[in-house]
């Protein structure tokens, strides 16, 4: 499995991403309870598509532990609720101010500002309702996890706290620590903690968590450097959002600071080495493997 090809990657997150939806599917107010408003607005931006990668992350590492798929399947999805609110919110006029999401009309274009805001508000609300739902696992693991989640979309080193940096570098100099810190608190630290929480969903040991950890952070800096390169040289169509507006707001990016092939070097050298981490599974560790070396040539 280490040999595991994109295209074959590409089929198998189409699949594990189908599978989620369902659950997703399952998880959120049908769109007639009342209110129907908010629930519209709730299902129409979680089901709008997407790569599903936080919690196809957090199943598969939970999966190379033997854990249970279908309290994986659970809490991965309510961490794509968390990514759903983050997107919600980012979009906004007062953050990005972006017109495209997945292809469609951002929720606040769609839904107005008012409902946008209280739709993320109730993802959020409902992800730790799912976290902290009774049942197995274990309320020591459970009681972790919702750590880990709350610590990593927070303030410190986070991905609220990655925003706000990221809003007030914009348009000023910024040095290679800085961009990094950014990167890793808004986009790596959430991608870090899907990982974690599938380690501690099935329950691995410490060892397992310090190697997955370190191969969370990996790819999620990664992510990030190619989702800078992505605006600079990928499509609206492709993205299904606005490029070049990175750019255009004046954000610190990687190719802004070191250039388009140094950030490919960079986002390159950040995969091998997580691939590396997970070499102790052996086969076991295809599937991640093949899901990190697909960040580098994915489209979107």
Known sequence: ???????????????????????????????????????????YSVLAGGKRLRPILCLEAGRLLRGDERMLLRVGSALELIHTYSLIHDDLPALDNDDLR???PTSHRAFGESTAILAGDALLTLAFEILSCPGPPPAACKLRVI??????????GGMIGGQVIDLQMAGREVDSQALEYL??????????????????????????????????????????????????LGTQESLGKT?????????????????????????AKLIVEACEVLEPYGER?????GIARYLLVRQN
């Open 102 to 104: 997945r292809g469609k």
């Open 243 to 267: 490029v070049g507006k990175d750019d255009r707001q004046h954000k610190a990016t990687y190719p802004a600071v070191h250039g388009v092939e140094a950030s490919q070097r960079m986002a």
């Open 1 to 43: 499995m280490n040999t595991v090809s994109a295209l074959t990657i590409q089929q198998y997150l189409e699949t594990a991403g189908r599978r989620i939806d369902e659950e997703l599917d399952r998880l959120l107010p049908p769109a007639d309870r009342f209110p129907p408003s908010i629930h519209v607005a709730m299902r």
């Open 285 to 289: 560790a295809g599937i991640l493997q």
């Open 147 to 156: 750590h880990e989640v709350a610590h990593a979309i927070g303030t410190d």
């Open 183 to 232: 990167h890793s608190a808004k986009t790596g630290a959430f991608i870090r903690a899907a990982v974690r929480a599938g380690v501690l969903y099935a329950q691995g040991g410490e060892e397992d968590l310090a190697r997955l950890t370190s191969y969370g952070e990996k790819i999620g800096l990664a992510f990030q450097i190619v989702d800078d390169l992505l605006d600079v």
